[in-house]
T-cell receptor, first 112, second 114 residues
Framework: GNSVTQMEGPVTLSEEAFLTINCTYT??????LFWYVQYPGEGLQLLLK?????DKGSNKGFEATYRKETTSFHLEKGSVQVSDSAVYFC???????????FGAGTRLFVKA | DAGITQSPRYKITETGRQVTLMCHQT?????MFWYRQDLGHGLRLIYY???????DKGEVPDGYVVSRSKTENFPLTLESATRSQTSVYFC?????????????FGQGTRLTVV
């Protein structure tokens, strides 16, 4: 079946550090891949997405590249800020489905 | 206001009481979802709906009831609340089927059952 696995947290970084959150997936066909972010006290919101192999999604300095050969969609940011502290969810949707499959979420703490 | 709204934002109820969480979206999205979020469990799907009058169970439906008489509303009812239902509940909607569907989330309802 379809599933998403992401690295366990929490991840704690100092401001301006480099961020990587790993995400791998299992899916039949050609899924679309997403990163959602949840700031404290809020619902999830879309951060970025990629709909086909080798596509790069980007937003707010975050990037992720759809790697079909490694079934991965790792989230990266070159220099994190305190305001990036949140929970990050990797997710996929798939042809013929309408439910989003979410990973377990990774909590990021950024220290000043 | 456009978007997806949940009410109430916070609710405290007693064990055994019935409680209804409301969800309203203004986009006329076909698909709507209820999730609960608990530490260590991520997001778990409770119920979903593909259209008005069409609902189906998700991963953790026991103890919950939904209805969808209008496209824009998708209330979630806890028939007899238990402490294990203390959680943060999120409603979401999606306008498309298939690989391009993006989910839009409400702000959540924090429910405490005492």
């Amino acid at each position: 079946g379809n599933s998403v696995t992401q690295m366990e947290g929490p991840v704690t970084l100092s401001e301006e550090a480099f961020l990587t959150i790993n995400c791998t997936y299992t899916a039949t066909g050609y899924p679309s891949l997403f990163w959602y972010v949840q700031y404290p006290g809020e619902g999830l919101q879309l951060l970025l997405k990629a709909t086909k192999a080798d596509d790069k999604g980007s937003n707010k300095g975050f990037e992720a590249t759809y790697r079909k050969e490694t079934t991965s969609f790792h989230l990266e940011k070159g220099s994190v800020q305190v305001s990036d502290s949140a929970v990050y969810f990797c997710a996929l949707t798939y042809t013929g489905g309408f439910k989003t499959i979410f990973g377990a979420g990774t909590r990021l703490f950024v220290k000043a | 206001d456009a978007g997806i709204t949940q009410s109430p934002r916070y609710k405290i109820t007693e064990t055994g009481r019935q409680v209804t969480l409301m969800c309203h979206q203004t986009w006329s999205h076909s698909y709507m979802f209820w999730y609960r979020q608990d530490l260590g469990h991520g997001l778990r799907l409770i119920y979903y709906s593909a259209a008005a009058d069409i609902t189906d169970k998700g991963e953790v439906p026991d103890g919950y009831v939904v209805s969808r008489s209008k496209t824009e509303n998708f209330p979630l009812t806890l028939e007899s609340a238990t402490r294990s239902q203390t959680s943060v509940y999120f409603c979401a909607s999606s306008g498309e089927q298939g690989r391009h569907s993006e989910a839009f989330f409400g702000q959540g309802t924090r429910l405490t059952v005492v």
